[in-house]
C-alpha cells in the first residue's frame, strides 16, 4: 500500500473519485443533489495559484483505489491550522485492506507535520460501516444533527 499526493496530471481521476463518492453516498441517501464540479474547475481550484484544498491517493501495485480531499482551516482562538477532510472513499472491492487507515495515517502526518490541533469531518449515520472504521481510528462524534455526524480526530 502506498500514499501518494495527486499531480495536475491527475485532474481526471480526482474528477472519476469524486462521482465514485456521489454515487456512493446518492446509495445510502446522504447526496440527491446534481455534481457541479468538472476537470476544468479541479484544476483552477486544486492546481492553480492558490490550492484551496489537496488530495492524497492511496495505491496498490501502482493502480489507485482510494483518496482523500481536504484542506486546511485556521482557528484564531488556538492560533493554529485544523484539517478539514472532505471525501474519502475506497472502492468498494478494495476496502477492508487497509486502504482507507493507510490514508487517515499520512493526513494524521500531514497534520503532526504542519502543527494541526485535530482532524475533523462529517459523515452521514447511515453509512455505518465507515463510522466504525472511524471510531476504531479513535475518531469522537462532537455533534450530530439529522442524518449528519460531525467528527474530530486528535491523532
Not at 126 to 154: D, P, V
Request: with cysteine.
Amino acid at each position: 500500500m502506498r500514499v501518494r499526493t495527486a499531480t495536475p496530471d491527475d485532474v481526471s481521476l480526482i474528477f472519476s473519485f469524486i462521482k465514485k463518492k456521489a454515487e456512493f453516498d446518492r446509495n445510502i441517501g446522504a447526496f440527491s443533489g446534481v455534481l457541479q464540479v468538472s476537470e476544468e474547475k479541479i484544476r483552477k481550484t486544486l492546481f492553480g495559484t492558490i490550492p484551496f484544498s489537496y488530495v492524497l491517493f492511496a495505491e496498490i501495485a501502482e493502480q489507485e483505489i482510494g483518496f482523500a480531499l481536504y484542506g486546511f482551516r485556521y482557528s484564531s482562538f488556538a492560533g493554529q491550522p485544523s484539517i478539514w477532510l472532505d471525501d474519502l472513499y475506497v472502492d468498494y472491492d478494495m476496502r477492508s485492506q487497509g486502504a482507507g487507515a493507510a490514508l487517515m495515517n499520512h493526513l494524521a502526518e500531514i497534520a503532526k507535520q504542519n502543527d494541526c490541533t485535530h482532524i475533523a469531518w462529517n459523515a452521514d449515520v447511515r453509512n455505518t460501516r465507515g463510522l466504525s472504521f472511524y471510531h476504531r481510528l479513535g475518531a469522537k462524534i462532537t455533534e450530530q444533527k439529522g442524518n449528519r455526524c460531525f467528527l474530530m480526530w486528535t491523532p
